[in-house]
């Protein structure tokens, strides 16, 4: 299974690694939680958006949406 995926941005190339995948019932929507490997006052930079029915990546909507999604991540992939 491959772990990462090129986007290409105005900037070029970027390869994300995926953290994460995962659909909510609620909402009847997959997600993608992923990296590019980078940091931010010393925390890995971490990004996460909605995969659509045509397999592309888009930008949660919603502030509701953003509060599962990282419930999900703190419950499931996140150990504070």
């Known amino acids: 299974m491959n772990n990462t995926f ?9 390869e994300y690694e995926i953290l994460a995948t995962f659909k909510m019932e609620k909402t009847n929507k997959s997600y ?5 490997n980078t940091y931010s006052d010393g925390k890995l930079n971490i990004y996460a958006g909605m995969i659509d029915a045509e397999k592309n990546l888009k930008d949660i909507e919603t502030d509701e949406e953003w509060a599962m999604v990282e419930k999900v991540l703190k419950k499931s992939y996140i150990k504070e």
């Open 6 to 14: 090129t986007m290409i941005t105005k900037d070029g190339e970027i």
């Open 32 to 36: 993608l939680v992923y990296t590019d």
